[in-house]
């Protein structure tokens, strides 16, 4: 129905990651390990010096500043840590801006679907500034999802909430993986927050080193504890 | 994405409004221009279509001179004229029409209607006749030559009643008559605040004109024809002779309305010019403010892109945005204008240049005209702010601060340099006698240059104006000071406005300087006289040569004599017929009249060459570089073609330098003698004889000239002022209209200000977390503002006085004009400029007081 095949990324100081179509993904790392140099490389917002990036058969280091425009606007979705949403646009307008900016009129049921996952149906008429960081969070998530791109990257999308918003935001992300098949890759530092995912990939000065599928909160501890040491 | 561009802009109501003032500013005053001319014209429409209502034809002299400012002179018909035709079939009355200068002394003895600067005194006739112009409110006609009626404003100005003695002085002289009637034009009291002062027909023609003439005859026909028949009919009468034409009265209707258009569109167009000055400076605001916005915008636009917008999107909706300013500001702007208009009439009637004005003329025009200027003028000033818009990396919404993307600074400045470079060699050939248009360029270059080079040099010129602030203001003082540098391209941007109304002011005030200077010294060494009666009537009327001989008469008095001014066509026989188009041929030129009798050893005309006594009659002086461009030599014959149609045969016998003679060619006043059309004198100079007491014999002129209620008596040194000081009245109206933009860039200072308080709350909040109290904070702001302003003011007045020197340079030839600079208006420019700085900052400096310490430092 959509997508193409796994996502596959090369990146990176010599590194070659893929992440996985339908899959949530969790990148995690110190400060300065490099994971947000590589999720703005992978998602077309910074260049590369050399190697490449594929999402799906796209080799993104060959398209040009219109065509990767294009490609942020159908293929990939983005939910930053901060300052997500177009303060002067209410909820729904924020949600359905990249189909706006793209002139297509997008899929209604999905979009409902969407909305009615993030559970703010009657608060689409306001104003960013009138919703709480997390009510704000969910809707650049329904954002990111209104398109239905092959790739959601996310940057520390809790790192501005308190745990129990933080959570539901959380739990949401999942619930887009598992029940509406979306693909994210988050960059955290979170081990709360890394759990959520399917596997982690942990980076440490430009290289992986290492990965976890099925990561509890206190695996993650433990292993960043033997990373550390 | 346009819906959502619109309701983007919509949802910051409050900055457009902000940001759209100076497109506000611009466009009320050039809607304000556009709605009084506009409703003056109309009502002169209107006025004329009533006062012409039962006029069917015209009868006038085909003889004309054009003059300047769409006036022109034309030649009497004899009265004799008007029995012809009386008897045309279809024709019910005809009357004569004069309008010649006559001045109504009030009874304090002084003229009613300012004299020179105000509106024209008239005089006329008074007839029974429908077609006649003016109708009678109280009492009746004049008959006979001792009765005279006025016109209702005039009479109500001096508090004359039916019954009272009048003292009107015409061309004949001074005369007493009785007033037996009040007249009103048309349904108003006084055409434009002209006086008037009408006679029976024989009575108007000896006092005002010539005995046996008027200016033209009006005609009623009894509507059995239609008027162009009726015309027809007329011509067909006239004696061939006499040169005379017969216009329809829906023809004399539309010419009168046009002739008064021309004169009304000149000062309108003059307001105009310097409200798209205003517009270009507004622009400058306009552009800083989209700078400031886009920049302080950069993560939302950033954002844009990073979810998929393309840079082409970002760009137009600023651009969209903007347009919504141009319409919004344009339309407030006009709506501003219409109120001004109103204010412009009030400072017109204050100053006694009274506009008569029925109801608001809001053309759909003045509104489209408007609108647009507006919308193109924001739309251009905000085009490079979009583009630039549109580059930002998506990345740059992850980034915490807003950054102003800064240009090369070194293509920055080769460019400012070479532009102005070019300018240079623009201004500098236009030293050397390059053409006009040239110097406007290379000024327009310099400018381009100055601004932008601006960037580059605001930095170091900002810290350098800003030291003093920072070692006697303390962290506040040093604080203002690098906030002044810290983003150069922002402050040169706030300075350009106040820079370029700082260079135009200076630059005409250094010229204004310089020709004063100029006169006073030239005036100071022609006239060797004691005192001076002048007239500034403008070439409308003037003291009546009768009045001259008389005080020539006077016991005391060595010598006097008179200079005036009248109008001749000029042709020269050897030039081939064809360069003259037909047009041109009837354009008039400046002759002045002097008596060379009395002139000698009085005023120096600056005669080069030729003797002035050898004038007669049929004698010409010609300026020396006209004749030299002409080819004239002495003896060259011209032809000189008077204003009745006479042809002079005139020889030119010498020459003169341009400097103390107003015209460049001067005639005796005996070419005139017989002309039905009379000369008057301008200035009359007069020297004391030796051993007879000044203040006596100045009295004893004094009491002539107030007889006649004619001119201005001065002494040497008041006359030398008063010549001076006429370049002062330009001056003043250009400091007016540059005033408006000042206004603006004041404007552009507050905008910028608050933007930058906006964009720094996190950094006060955080100064004020530390302990900065809020009298520092405004201190900061304060001072920030006024080392901007002085920034601009300082390289404006460097500015103006380079442009003041070459441009003074460029006006005189040989170097007669020197260059002197006003010193003490330019302290005044920069002190002026300082307490701009202080006010403008008010407002921004409170906003920065209001910034709450928590929420600034929480904000992200």
């Known amino acids: ?229 | 994405m346009f819906r959502l561009a619109v309701k983007m802009t919509l949802a910051r109501t409050g900055r457009l409004v902000l940001t759209s003032l100076a497109v506000i500013l611009g466009t009320a005053f050039l809607s304000g221009t556009f709605v009084f001319r506009d409703t003056i014209n109309q009502t002169f429409d209107r006025l004329f279509a009533d006062v012409f209502r039962d006029v069917d034809a015209y009868v006038r002299s085909t003889t004309f001179l054009e003059l300047d400012f769409g006036g022109e002179q034309r030649a009497a018909t004899p009265v004799a004229v008007l029995d012809a035709v009386r008897n045309v079939e279809g024709v019910t009355s005809a009357t004569g029409d004069i309008q010649a200068f006559a001045r109504v002394i009030g009874k304090d003895g002084t003229p009613l209607g300012s004299e020179g600067n105000g509106p024209p005194t008239f005089g006329g006739i008074a007839s029974s006749d429908s077609a006649g112009l003016w109708s009678i409110t109280s009492g009746r006609l004049p008959v006979g030559p001792n009765e005279v009626i006025l016109d209702k404003a005039t009479a109500d100005n001096g508090a004359f009643v039916v019954g009272d003695s009048v003292r009107v002085v015409a061309v004949r002289g001074a005369r007493e008559f009785t007033l037996v009637g009040i007249a009103s034009y048309g349904d108003i009291s006084s055409p434009g605040g002209a006086t008037f002062a009408l006679f029976d027909q024989p009575t108007a023609s000896e006092f005002l004109l010539q005995p046996g003439f008027v200016d033209a005859i009006l005609v009623e026909g009894d509507d059995s024809v239609g008027d162009d028949v009726l015309a027809k009919r007329i011509d067909a009468a006239l004696p061939t002779e006499l040169k005379l034409e017969t216009l329809t009265g829906a023809e004399i209707t539309a010419e009168v309305q046009g002739q008064i258009k021309d004169v009304l569109n000149i000062f309108s167009t003059f307001l105009i010019i310097f409200s798209y000055i205003a517009l270009g400076i507004g622009s400058f605001v306009i552009y800083n403010v989209f700078s400031i916005t886009a920049a302080q915008r950069q993560r939302e636009n950033a954002l844009l892109r990073a979810i998929g917008a393309s840079r082409r999107q970002v760009s137009r909706a600023l651009l969209i945005e903007s347009t919504a300013m141009g319409i919004v500001g344009s339309v407030i702007g006009f709506g501003i204008g219409i109120l001004l208009s109103q204010m412009l009439n009030a400072l017109l009637k204050a100053t006694g240049f009274e506009v008569p004005t029925q109801g608001l003329a809001i053309s759909p025009n003045s509104f489209i005209n408007t609108l647009i200027a507006g919308v193109v003028v924001t739309i251009s000033a905000a085009w490079f702010p979009a583009r630039r818009a549109g580059r930002v990396p998506p990345l740059a919404a992850l980034r915490d601060t807003a950054l102003d993307t800064a240009g090369s600074i070194s293509r920055r400045v080769v460019i400012g340099l070479v532009l102005v470079a070019a300018g240079g060699v623009g201004m500098f050939a236009a030293m050397n006698d390059a053409p006009v248009q040239v110097l406007g360029l290379g000024v327009l270059g310099v400018f381009s240059g100055i601004l932008v080079l601006g960037p580059a040099i605001a930095r170091p010129v900002a810290l350098f104006i800003g030291l003093p602030v920072a070692k006697l203001r303390g962290a506040s003082g040093v604080m203002a000071r690098q906030n002044a540098a810290r983003n150069p391209k922002r402050t040169s941007r706030t300075a350009a406005p106040v820079l370029l109304g700082v260079a135009l002011v200076t630059a005409f005030t250094a010229l204004a300087a310089s020709i004063r200077s100029e006169i006073r010294d030239t005036f100071g060494n022609a006239f060797s006289g004691d005192i001076a009666l002048t007239v500034d009537s403008q070439g409308f009327g003037g003291i009546p040569l009768t009045i001259t001989d008389q005080i020539a008469e006077l016991d005391g008095v060595a010598q006097a004599t008179g200079v005036g001014f009248t109008s001749v066509r000029l042709i020269d026989p050897n030039e081939p017929a064809s360069t003259t188009q037909a047009s041109a041929a009837q354009r008039g030129v400046f002759v002045q009249t002097i008596n060379p009798e009395t002139i000698g050893g009085l005023f120096d005309l600056g005669v080069t060459q030729g003797d002035l006594g050898s004038l007669g009659a049929d004698g010409i002086f010609v300026d020396a570089e006209r004749a030299e461009s002409k080819g004239w030599d002495i003896g060259t014959r011209l032809k000189i073609i008077r204003v009745d149609g006479v042809e002079v045969n005139a020889e030119v016998r010498g020459f003169v330098s341009g400097d103390t003679s107003f015209a460049n060619y001067v005639a005796s006043r005996d070419m005139f003698a017989d002309a039905p059309s009379p000369i008057f004198d301008a200035f009359v100079y007069i020297k004391v004889a030796p051993g007879a007491v000044f203040d006596d014999v100045r009295d004893r002129v004094a009491a002539i000239s107030s007889d006649a209620g004619i001119g201005t008596l001065q002494t040497k040194d008041e006359f030398i002022d008063d010549q001076a000081a006429q370049i002062n009245q330009v001056l003043a109206l250009i400091y007016g209209l540059l005033g408006l933009s000042i206004i603006i860039a004041i404007v552009g200072i507050v905008i910028t200000l608050l933007l930058s308080v906006f964009e720094r709350r996190r950094e006060i909040g955080l100064l004020r977390a530390v302990g900065m109290t809020k009298s520092q904070v405004r201190t900061t702001v304060r001072w920030e503002s006024v080392i901007t302003s002085l920034l601009g003011a300082v390289s404006g007045v460097v500015l103006g006085i380079v442009m003041g020197i070459v441009v003074v340079a460029a006006l005189s030839d040989e170097g007669d004009i020197t260059f002197r600079l006003p010193v003490n208006e330019t302290l005044w420019i920069v002190v002026i400029s300082f307490v701009l700085g202080v006010v403008a900052a008010v407002y921004p400096a409170w906003r920065a007081t209001k910034v709450n310490v928590v929420e600034a430092i929480a904000a992200t």
Request: contains cysteine; proline residues 3%.
């Open chain 1, 1 to 229: 129905m959509y997508g193409s095949g796994d996502s596959e990324v090369r990146a990176l100081d010599g590194i070659d990651v893929s992440f996985e179509k339908g899959k949530f993904t969790a990148i995690m790392g110190p400060s300065g390990s490099g994971k947000s140099t590589l999720m703005h490389c992978i998602a077309g917002l910074d260049s590369l010096t050399s190697g490449s990036v594929f999402i799906g058969d796209t080799n993104l280091s060959s398209l040009n500043d219109k065509q990767l425009t294009e490609l942020r606007r159908e293929k990939v979705g983005f939910v930053f840590q901060a300052f997500n949403l177009i303060p002067t646009l209410n909820a729904y307008e924020n949600i359905t801006l990249p189909l706006t900016l793209g002139k297509k009129k997008g899929d209604s049921a999905w979009i409902d679907r969407v909305i009615d996952t993030i559970s703010l149906r009657d608060r689409l008429d306001h104003r960013p500034s009138e919703l709480s960081g997390g009510q704000q969070q969910r809707v650049a998530i329904a954002r990111a999802l209104a398109s239905q791109p092959d790739i959601i990257f996310a940057d520390e999308p809790t790192g501005n909430l308190d745990s129990k918003t933080g959570s539901e935001v959380l739990a949401f992300m999942r619930r887009a993986v598992s029940d509406l098949g979306q693909t994210i890759v988050m960059v955290t530092h979170d081990a709360v927050a890394a759990s959520y995912a399917d596997r982690i990939v942990f980076l440490a000065d430009g290289r992986v080193a290492g990965e976890m599928f099925s990561p509890t909160a206190q695996k993650v501890l433990d292993y960043l504890k033997r990373l550390g040491e």
